[in-house]
């Protein structure tokens, strides 16, 4: 029931970014190195193209836009999920150090196994996901036990995330100075967050956690708008308060890690996305949790044509033009809050 | 709390900064021969003697020490001083419990710009790199200290650490993003990772007056900084003019860290640790405090190189990686406490 009443309010934001994404997709699908018109996008649809158009069009753009969906979509509403649970609108994976905590042990998994045959089961992109989930989740339970006093400041909660940020920065520091040259080239450019080169066994790696996921974050909405009260009422309607947090917790940092493992430290995503859905579909965790996901991928996918022709035939990593926008925005978030709250 | 009887106890507390200072100068002076004694080959305090008052150019242990060990230890205890300066300068000027110059963005800030000078003039000299370190460490500076005088309520920790972990964020996305275009990614990360090991006299020589500059404008300030302690309005009421506080102390800090920052990199929570200590040990004086935490600020640093070194020989662990393996937990700790507590 609620689902339907909150879509039909909100039909109309979703709808058109649905065609905006509908809009980018398409139009990214035919710029790059070598621009691809249309007709020639269709007719390689159908199988009748010829082998370059082929290769550029299913191995190298396609999954490369696809990836861009699903992290953007994962990212956008792991931040919402965080925002909603710690009741603080400034919430992100990547500020929190989620995304550090990740990629510190997708970074020390390449460190200690690459080069090992024995162990080369742990290279396989399907198990990077499962390691920088755990790197993540370590973190969210250290930053929520740390932050825990009497209840969890949201302020606090941001401190020693940033904490815990600067904590992973350093050890990932440590271990990447040890790294041979081009591994270390590679981890850098990962860790910025890009999508380059993604082939589709990526897409298939990350594709099982955004469906499973997905759907059950947004089966949680319910819970997140009554988190949105202060604490006695939830209680009072017989919700185990705590444990919803610790669950909802767990699955932003399940999102997080898994994109990370992928795409790598994309921040600021997870802030922008549930702010935008919230100015176009209002605080409501059932139409916000979609709007998100749904914002997320526009711009994940917008950045990503501006990263690659901006410069091109150079890539400017994903995760540098997110930054770019985010950071600003940020700040001008900080500027215009008006009271003592956490919520803008 | 001011009183006009003076009791003991408060006469007790006059005394007490100098007994710090002269066991922070004590530490300072046993950790450099230390330091100096420390290495791949394990120099005597009594050989270290030696070399001072009768150098042999034969022995080659009296070389290691001039050139090698004395310029490192030196090198360490003044950038480690600078930094304790300007964490001070920061927590004072924003009065901010949280500042220091690498949370808010000012280290960041000469990442940047060094990023760019290795980027388009790859046969930089070390001078042109100290001045494009000074105006990334100017920019990150005065942008932090924009958003301070911009935003319309009272600044908390939160508001300001936020607002510096948007700058870093963007800052070393930016020179990461200029690194890897221009292939000076590792560059780039060993020279911010920072370590002093490849610390020459010319650093030495470059530090010093930086340093005792920094200093001696902090020292200015520090009647005004006192006050500051007590809120804007006293401060304005007693006579101190806010903009000329906050713009000689921003001054002191872009010298200072930036100096820091183009000889030995990104090392963090420095100046975020020692004024803590140092406030605990001498009270809210700031002519006590800086000059206390300038000591304490050698002797951290000095310590956390030699750590550095022993970690894992002969590799040396980045310097700075260890000040935030260390600074981190204080962070949390100071995070966790109640807030305003400056």
């Known amino acids: 029931m609620e689902w339907i009443a909150a879509f039909k309010e909100s039909k109309k934001p979703l709808l058109v970014i649905l065609l905006f994404i509908l809009g980018t997709f398409i139009f990214s699908l035919q710029t790059g190195v070598l621009p691809i018109s249309i007709s020639e996008i269709g007719t390689t649809l159908r199988g009748e193209g010829t082998p370059q158009h082929e290769l550029i069009l299913f191995q190298l753009r396609l ?4 990836i861009a969906l699903l992290i953007g979509a994962g990212l956008a509403v792991s931040g919402a999920i965080l925002q909603g649970l710690s009741r603080n609108s400034l919430a992100d994976p990547g500020i929190l150090g989620i995304n550090a905590g990740a990629g510190l042990a997708v970074v020390l998994c390449i460190f200690l196994f690459k080069g090992n045959e024995a162990l080369g089961i742990f290279q396989s992109p399907f198990m990077l996901p499962l390691f920088a989930f755990c ?17 969890v400041d949201p302020g606090r909660l941001l401190l020693i995330g940033i904490g815990f940020n600067a904590l992973c920065g350093a050890l990932l520091i440590i271990v990447q100075l040890k790294m041979d040259p081009r591994d270390f080239q590679e981890a850098t450019i990962w860790l910025t967050g890009s999508i380059w080169g993604t082939q589709w066994r990526y897409v298939y790696a990350l594709l099982p956690w955004i469906v499973v996921l997905l759907p059950f974050a947004f089966f949680k909405a319910k819970t997140l708008n009554l988190l949105q009260i202060s604490d006695p009422i939830p209680y009072s309607l017989g919700m185990n308060v705590e444990f919803e947090r610790r669950l909802l917790l767990s699955l932003a940092a399940a999102l997080a890690g898994a994109c990370v493992a992928v795409g790598g430290g994309i921040s600021f995503l997870g802030l922008l996305a549930p702010h935008i ?5 209002g605080p409501n965790y059932y139409s916000l949790l979609p709007a998100s996901a749904l914002i997320g991928m526009l711009i994940l996918l917008l950045a990503d044509m501006i990263g690659k022709n901006i410069l091109a035939p150079a890539d400017i990593p994903i995760g ?10 940020l700040i001008y978030m900080l500027l215009n809050r008006r009271g003592s709250g956490f919520k803008t | 709390m001011p009183s006009l009887v003076k009791t003991s106890r408060e006469q007790a507390m006059n005394s007490r900064p100098l007994i710090w200072m002269l066991i922070g100068l004590i530490g300072v002076a046993i950790s450099i021969t230390i330091s100096i004694g420390l290495g791949a080959v394990w120099i005597p305090p009594s050989v270290i003697i030696e070399s001072f008052t009768s150098f042999n150019p034969e022995l080659l242990e009296h070389h290691l020490i001039f050139e090698v060990r004395i310029p490192r230890a030196l090198t360490a205890a003044l950038v480690g001083a600078a930094l304790a300066i300007a964490g001070t300068l920061m927590q004072g000027v924003t009065r901010n419990p949280l500042a220091d110059p690498s949370i808010i963005g000012i280290t960041q800030g000469s990442g940047l710009a060094i990023a760019i000078a290795l980027s388009f003039f790859s046969s930089i000299s070390y001078w042109g790199l100290l001045g494009w370190s000074f105006i990334g460490a100017a920019l990150g500076a005065v942008l932090v200290l924009l958003f301070t005088i911009i935003s319309r309520e009272q600044l908390s920790p939160v508001t300001l650490t936020l607002a510096g972990a948007a700058l870093s964020m963007l800052f070393s996305a930016l020179s990461t993003g200029l690194a890897l275009y221009f292939q000076v990614a590792q560059d780039l990360s060993f020279w911010f ?11 030495v020589y470059i530090l010093f007056p930086i340093t005792i500059t920094g200093l001696l404008i902090a020292l200015m300030m520090s009647r005004s900084l006192t006050t500051l302690t007590m809120g804007d309005d006293v401060a304005t009421g007693l006579g101190h003019s806010l903009h000329r506080v906050r713009w000689f102390s921003i001054t002191a800090v872009v010298l200072l860290s930036g100096a820091a920052v183009s000889i030995a990199g990104a090392i963090g929570f420095i100046g975020l640790v020692v004024p803590h200590i140092v406030r605990s040990l001498v009270g809210v004086d700031y002519r006590h405090i800086l000059p206390t935490s300038a000591l304490i600020g050698a002797f951290l640093l000095i310590i956390a190189d030699i750590g550095a070194r022993m970690i894992n020989p002969p590799f040396e662990t980045p310097v700075g990686a260890l000040t935030a393996i260390i600074g981190v937990p204080f962070f949390l700790y100071l995070a966790r406490m109640k807030r305003r507590n400056l």
């Open chain 1, 277 to 281: 859905a919230r100015r176009l579909t």
């Open chain 1, 320 to 329: 540098i033009v997110i930054s770019i926008v985010g950071a600003p925005y």
């Open chain 1, 135 to 151: 790197g993540a989740l370590t973190v969210a339970i250290l930053i929520y036990t740390f932050s825990w006093k009497d209840g």
């Open chain 2, 193 to 203: 990772a920072g370590g002093l090991s490849g610390s020459k006299w010319v650093h």
């Open chain 1, 63 to 66: 999954p490369r836009m696809i």
